[in-house]
């Protein structure tokens, strides 16, 4: 890490004013005797050592070590939360906090070649001498808006001095962890918000929630006994095909499969063996010494669900839009701000007021290529 000395205290209080970002602090720091020492013990986590051993340097010094190591621990302890999520739906990056209207995987509506109105989403021929037909836009989006989540903490002189047992030295590792599971529980809540035995998910924009059992709706959705088993699978892989986009055509007409097998954690083991090429599927019990036709489908099991025997099917988002997380200018990690806990100059504070701050948004972009599979089995 290279240090550079600012020229006085004056430029320092100034610098430091209000809240500054982590990862520039350490730029404007000012090197001491013990700082490669103190910078190893932080890098450790070892904050009561760096605190006994920065008694020889100046009184600002501790504060803008730690500052710096927070960020640091925030951002790895996010990183260590598994999100599984990522496997089967995609990410992207929005640039403000406005609302977006996002545009349908399918968004041109061509006719069906001859002058008619059917949606056939082939390019019609041109014969020779004639003009080109227009094809059509369709009006069909979903939407999106950033949000910024965020919380305070301070961490002062006195605290760790008292902090005999170094509990301490977790604080800035639960707040990463907590940030990443406060989008893991977003990311459920996608799935099954407002569940019950008709509907699932948030409201998407033409007023039915994101899953629905009625055909009318969006039709994606199955409410019955139906215990997540390979005999099941099939059934809603079949029932998936048939699933209409909002241009009015089957996922089987566009060549859409499903990829996924999203379940709860408890379901985990289940879904491996049903997708395990040693759990051979055939049409009857008798198992066969054929290819489990099922093996293409990739079980993601994720956190925060609110039922444990609820699961889902969706498709490659590469292929057609499924659930989405957007970040603001792609940051998809946790931002750390730190501030002097007075309104004095920086170098007479004894501690330090943190702030960390994610912006994100996750919602469906389309409500075609996925299907609940609400198991009512008492």
Request: with cysteine; net charge negative; proline share 4%.
């Amino acid at each position: 890490m290279t240090i550079e000395q600012m020229g006085n205290d004056a430029a320092r209080s100034q610098y430091f004013s209000g809240f500054r970002r982590v990862a520039s602090l350490m730029e404007s720091y000012t090197p001491t005797e013990h700082l490669a020492e103190i910078e190893g013990m932080l890098a450790r986590g070892s904050l009561n050592e760096a605190l006994y051993l920065s008694e020889a340097m100046h009184s600002d010094d501790l504060p803008i070590l730690l500052a710096a190591t927070t960020d640091v621990h925030v951002r790895d302890a996010f990183r260590a939360v598994k999100q599984p999520w990522l496997e089967c739906f995609r990410t992207t990056s929005l640039k403000n906090f406005r609302r977006q209207n996002i545009v349908g995987k399918y968004a041109v509506d061509i006719d069906d070649g001859a002058g008619g109105t059917t949606i056939s989403r082939r390019i019609p021929e041109v014969p020779e001498g004639h003009g080109y037909d227009e094809a059509r836009i369709s009006e069909f989006y979903e939407v999106a808006q950033l949000a910024t989540y965020g919380t305070l903490f301070s961490l002062t002189r006195q605290m760790l001095k008292n902090d005999d047992t170094n509990s301490l030295e977790r604080v800035p590792q639960d707040f990463g962890q907590v940030m990443a599971m406060t989008l893991n529980y977003h990311v459920a809540q996608c799935l099954d918000a407002n569940a019950s035995t008709t509907v699932s998910g948030p409201l998407c924009v033409d007023g039915y929630n994101l899953f629905t059992t009625n055909a009318a709706h969006h039709g994606n959705m199955t409410s019955a006994a139906l215990p997540l088993s390979a005999a099941a699978v099939k059934a809603e892989m079949v029932k998936f095909g048939a699933q209409t986009t909002p241009q009015g055509m089957t996922l089987n007409d566009i060549g859409v499969e499903p990829k996924y097998l999203v379940i709860p954690f408890a379901l985990k083991l289940t879904a491996r063996e049903i997708v395990s090429n040693a759990a051979l599927i055939t049409g009857s019990t008798t198992a066969q010494t054929s290819e489990n036709i099922l093996a293409g489908l990739v079980p993601v099991a994720i956190p925060n669900l609110g039922s444990n025997v609820d699961w889902y099917l969706a498709a490659d988002p590469a292929e057609y839009n499924t659930i989405a997380v957007a970040y603001l200018d792609g940051r998809a990690e946790p931002e750390t701000f730190t501030q002097a806990l007075d309104s004095a100059a920086f170098a007479d504070a004894d501690g330090q007021l943190y702030k960390i701050r994610h912006d994100w948004d996750v919602y469906p972009e389309d409500y075609c290529a996925m299907r609940k599979i609400d198991d009512t089995t008492s």
